[in-house]
């Protein structure tokens, strides 16, 4: 973990979000008070349900709560389509400098999945490629998005990558780019991977295009570790890399910057079954396990991780997204279960 990552705080910004957000926020209190572990949350929600009562998306208070306690789990955030405000979700990343996001692809428990052994982490460039909202109406048929690409930006996600390798005892770190047609864009990025990759010589390098990265993916996703890519390719990419190991329902993740970290799984608000009992939680509460390794609490990650595991033996406890019936309250009253006596 790099020095400037070491997190110790009591407090942590809690944001319940939109859609699913506050059912799967309302499970990871209930297994955080059972978990005993020494955290408060200081809750302040953002989102569409703030705009309704206080005419902003974010409140002043977010902002300043975050700044305070540098670590916050959130909820997702429904984000309008086509038009209104841009994303309340790449604002947070922007206000904050969050740059990396980082998202491990790794079954938590016994599913009954196509490949064993996928095992990689997926860094996401998280401030600018097309998310930096440079878009222009050239005329009423003509709609232009300005892809942006810098030295700087693209360093520091890229050695955040190696330095992952290296501290997490990895061996490898793919470049993922488009850089045979986006010979200036694309290209940047992976001549700064191929600058950097020098200084790390006992790390393996390789450089993929994005399109056969995808096909690698589903076909052949044991041979990845570390992958680091622009913003776009790493959003598609994460969600592929979830349908390989059980889906969006169980895949955790974490937007990181130079102090601040913001925990979020890497789905989004699920309007389709907001409300009905019937979100997966796990997603969020293994982006807290990783709050929790950051902070120092590997143990009690370890004993939550477990419980999650062995909740995941038995089909009969699955929700809806991985076949079975069960609600979010009942499986999370079945994870703290299984939280048991290694919890002292
Ligand atoms: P989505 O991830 O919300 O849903 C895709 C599918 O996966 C849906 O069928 C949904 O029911 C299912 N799903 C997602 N999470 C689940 C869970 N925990 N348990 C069970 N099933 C789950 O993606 P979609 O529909 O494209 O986006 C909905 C809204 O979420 C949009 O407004 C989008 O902008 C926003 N969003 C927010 C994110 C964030 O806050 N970080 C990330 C991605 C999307």
Redesign the pocket.
């Known amino acids: 973990m790099r020095k400037d990552w070491n997190y110790r705080s009591m407090y942590v910004t809690l944001i319940k979000?939109d859609?699913?957000g506050p059912e799967?926020t309302e499970s990871l209190k209930k297994v955080v008070s059972s978990l005993k572990v020494d955290i408060e949350f200081e809750e302040i929600n953002a989102g569409l349900s703030v705009f309704e009562k206080e005419g902003v998306y974010i409140p002043q208070t977010l902002f300043d709560s975050i700044k305070k306690n540098k670590i916050a789990i959130?909820g997702?955030?429904?984000?309008?389509?086509g038009h209104g405000f841009r994303?309340i979700?790449v604002e947070l990343r922007k206000k904050f400098d969050l740059y990396a996001n980082i998202r491990p692809i790794k079954s938590p428990g016994p599913l009954d999945l196509k490949f064993d052994g996928v095992d990689m982490v997926i860094f996401r460039e998280n401030t600018e490629d097309l998310y930096a909202g440079v878009e222009e109406m050239v005329s009423d048929n003509e709609a232009h998005s300005i892809k942006i690409i810098t030295r700087e930006k693209s360093e520091r996600i890229i050695k955040a990558a190696f330095e992952y390798v290296r501290a997490n005892k990895r061996e490898k770190v793919s470049v993922i780019s488009k850089a045979n047609i986006m010979k200036l864009s694309d290209g940047l990025f992976l001549d700064v991977a191929r600058e950097i990759a020098k200084e790390y010589p006992d790390i393996e390098f390789e450089e993929l295009l994005v399109d056969n990265t995808a096909m690698q993916m589903v076909i052949n996703p044991e041979r990845f570790d570390v992958i680091v890519t622009e913003n776009l390719y790493g959003d598609i990419l994460s969600d592929l890399g979830a349908g390989l190991v059980g889906?969006?329902?169980l895949m955790p993740g974490v937007n990181k910057g130079k102090d601040i970290a913001i925990y979020?799984?890497?789905?989004?608000?699920?309007?389709?079954?907001a409300g009905k009992n019937?979100?997966?939680?796990i997603?969020l509460l293994l982006s807290f396990c990783l709050l929790l390794d950051d902070i120092g609490e590997k143990d009690k990650a370890k004993v939550l991780r477990g419980a999650i595991y062995e909740t995941l033996k038995d089909k009969k406890n699955y929700?809806?997204?991985l076949g079975g019936t069960n609600s979010t309250y009942g499986i999370t009253d079945t994870m703290i279960s299984f939280l048991g006596d290694n919890n002292g």
């Open positions: 979000g859609g699913i799967i959130k997702p955030i429904t984000t309008p389509i994303s979700n889906g969006l329902g979020e799984s890497i789905h989004g608000s699920a309007p389709d079954i019937l979100a997966n939680p997603a929700t809806r997204d």
